[in-house]
T-cell receptor
Framework: QQPVQSPQAVILREGEDAVINCSSS?????VHWYRQKHGEAPVFLMI?????EQKGHDKISASFNEKKQQSSLYLTASQLSYSGTYFC?????????????FGKGTKLSVIP | EAGVTQSPTHLIKTRGQQATLRCSPI?????VYWYQQALGLGLQFLLW???????NRGNFPPRFSGRQFPNYSSELNVNALELEDSALYLC????????????FGEGSRLTVL
């Protein structure tokens, strides 16, 4: 079942912060975040495993609330290069899943 | 190191025809995943191959099929094309049978007229 992402789209000015949410109706083993720039392949950002950990690199971080089956991606002090569509991919608990189900994406536009 | 490569880049077909898309994974990767990216629908999971076997398939009709070759490259076949099959088809590879980082190719754009 496809995870639900919100918001669908957001416009930011450089330097502003944004939060993108991803929620699932199924128990999750992991959540993955990808960014796809226009006309390019999706690129991996990070994986979060169940356990409620928070990860990040540079000014992009994410959290995973296993009990709520939710993950949030935090973008702070946004840069023009952050523009693109962000996808969360969820891996459901249970042996043999080993595949990601992606949300419909959140289109982020950063303007000067 | 070469990334995931897909061919053709663009493909135009008419309704009822068949399309074949190809994917070469990163060297050493044994798992290949196919996703359909239609406008507004995100990445829809199609098929997963690992070590030459089909491990799982998404909620698509049987006219979507594929295979993985001994060198781990893969092809996706779509028979009896319909207009709604028009989409970007993305291939991704990973190094094992655990859902780790996926490396995506740039996709094959299929247009059905």
């Amino acid at each position: 079942q496809q995870p639900v992402q919100s918001p669908q789209a957001v416009i930011l000015r450089e330097g502003e912060d944004a939060v993108i949410n991803c929620s699932s109706s199924k128990a999750l083993y992991s959540v993955h975040w990808y960014r796809q720039k226009h006309g390019e392949a999706p690129v991996f950002l990070m994986i979060l495993l169940k356990g409620g950990e928070q990860k990040g690199h540079d000014k992009i971080s994410a959290s995973f609330n296993e009990k709520k089956q939710q993950s949030s991606l935090y973008l702070t002090a946004s840069q023009l290069s952050y523009s693109g569509t962000y996808f969360c991919g969820t891996e459901s608990s249970g042996a043999g899943s080993y595949q990601l189900t992606f949300g419909k994406g959140t289109k982020l536009s950063v303007i000067p | 190191e070469a990334g995931v490569t897909q061919s053709p880049t663009h493909l135009i077909k008419t309704r009822g025809q068949q399309a074949t898309l190809r994917c070469s994974p990163i060297s050493g990767h044994t798992s290949v995943y196919w996703y359909q990216q239609a406008l507004g629908l995100g990445l829809q999971f199609l098929l997963w191959y690992d070590e030459g076997e089909e491990r799982n398939r998404g909620n698509f009709p049987p006219r979507f099929s594929g295979r993985q070759f001994p060198n781990y490259s893969s092809e996706l076949n779509v028979n009896a094309l319909e207009l709604e099959d028009s989409a970007l088809y993305l291939c991704a590879s990973s190094s094992g049978n655990v859902a780790g980082e996926l490396f995506f190719g740039e996709g094959s754009r299929l247009t059905v007229l």
